[in-house]
């Protein structure tokens, strides 16, 4: 889930030197915005909405408007990150069992055509290649530092 957020709504974070998923993403046209809050966020999807546009995805998992009507109780609730997460869990967890492959799933959380899913899903699994590797270097960084900070003749 981590990587399709950051695939699907990563933002550069100079401070962290990485890429965060943004909670506040709206994409429509085309275009991704990053909003720099919620009340934003919502008011651009109004805007959007008044002038007609339909296909909107929304939050950190870019779950869109038009093909998940029911997803949310509201906008609003749309940009809380834990109902986003959690109704892209479902989602995908649906998509695993359909499928039977959550290979296949990942590709099918962006698009059931396959060659749209499957350019989808690489991009994903880059996304999350990286992350075991950063992870496993911050590790070997820990382990390195805990080794050195040991007295002499300690175990």
Not at 82 to 93: G, K, P, T
Not at 128 to 140: F, G, P
Request: glycine share 6%.
């Amino acid at each position: 889930l981590t990587a399709i957020a950051e695939t699907e709504s990563g933002r550069w974070h100079a401070g962290r030197s990485e890429t965060l998923a943004w909670p506040w993403t709206v994409m429509a046209e085309g275009e991704g915005r990053f909003l720099p809050s919620k009340a934003a966020a919502v008011a651009e999807v109004r805007r959007l909405q008044a002038r007609g546009v339909r296909n909107i995805d929304v939050g950190c998992m870019q779950v869109n408007l038009s093909h998940h009507p029911d997803a949310f109780a509201s906008l609003e609730t749309a940009f809380d990150p834990e109902v986003n997460v959690a109704y892209a869990a479902d989602f995908l967890l649906a998509l695993r069992e359909e499928a039977h492959s959550w290979t296949r799933a990942i590709g099918q959380y962006h698009s059931r055509e396959a060659i749209r899913g499957n350019g989808y899903r690489a991009k994903v699994f880059k996304v999350w290649r990286e992350a075991r590797h950063r992870a496993n270097r911050e590790r070997l960084a820990d382990l390195e530092a805990a080794r050195a900070a040991r007295k002499p003749g300690e175990s």
